[in-house]
């Protein structure tokens, strides 16, 4: 299994200021996902992050208003930039590993963002 | 990208059996069917996952119909600590693609 920390659990910010949002798992995977989850809706997966190469973004979602980083196998964090009240959602990461691989993701906690 | 199809919302009684459906009716050869489930305030969890067997294990079963358009989870004995939102999921190599769950209600 996976243990996984985010930071802020939670915020309440501006619109048109960004956030930096961090991930941190107890060991070394190689993947790690961004997932958002609106208000009282399921959740969608904004990317991909990989280790060494850039992250790789769904339909919908683009590099200049969510960048990724992941600086090594244990640490990622996502950016939400130029916030509106439309980005109010959870976010959350998520990491495959374990004798299960692809088939089990282990989750964090969530951000909940809240933009005025 | 595969979709899945869930009740909005469901109720149980403690201790009874539960059947939670899913349609996926565009599901690919290669897609698995996932269940996690969510706590409030928590990230989902695994719950339990296959491709075209029935499934079983200590949390619940899942039941895949023979063309695979459609699945099942069952939770044998419904306790309280079973309330929550139960995701159908489809997954694709290594992203999951998130149905829109079923609120899960478990009664005394």
């Known amino acids: 299994s996976a243990v996984i920390s985010q930071k802020p659990s939670r915020d309440i910010c501006q619109r048109g200021t960004s956030l930096t949002i961090q991930c941190q798992v107890d060991?070394?995977?190689?993947?790690m996902f961004w997932y958002r989850q609106q208000p009282g809706q399921s959740l969608t997966l904004i990317a991909t992050?990989?280790?060494?190469?850039?992250?790789?973004?769904e339909s919908g979602f683009v590099i200049d208003k969510f960048p990724i980083s992941r600086p090594n196998l244990t640490f990622s964090t996502l950016t939400v930039s130029n916030m509106s009240p439309e980005d109010s959602s959870i976010y959350l990461c998520?990491?495959?590993?374990?004798?299960?691989?692809?088939?089990?993701?282990?989750f964090g906690p969530g951000t909940r963002l809240t933009v005025l | 990208d595969a979709k899945t199809t869930q009740p909005n919302s469901m109720e149980s009684n403690e201790e009874e059996p539960v059947h939670l459906p899913c349609n996926h009716s565009?599901?690919?050869?290669?897609?698995?069917i996932h269940w996690y489930r969510q706590l409030p305030s928590q990230g989902p969890e695994y719950v339990i996952h296959?491709?075209?067997s029935n499934v079983n294990n200590r949390m619940a079963s899942l039941a895949i119909a023979e063309d695979r358009k459609s699945s099942t989870l069952i939770l044998h004995r419904a306790t309280l600590r079973d309330a929550a939102v139960y995701y159908c999921?489809?997954?694709?190599?290594?992203?999951?693609?998130f149905g829109s769950g079923t609120k899960l209600n478990v009664k005394p």
């Open positions: 060991s070394q995977v190689t993947m």
């Open positions: 998520s990491v495959s590993t374990g004798e299960r691989g692809f088939n089990e993701q282990f």
């Open positions: 565009t599901i690919s050869g290669t897609d698995y």
């Open positions: 296959g491709l075209t």
């Open positions: 999921i489809l997954r694709n190599f290594n992203k999951f693609y």
């Open positions: 992050a990989n280790q060494g190469s850039e992250a790789t973004y």
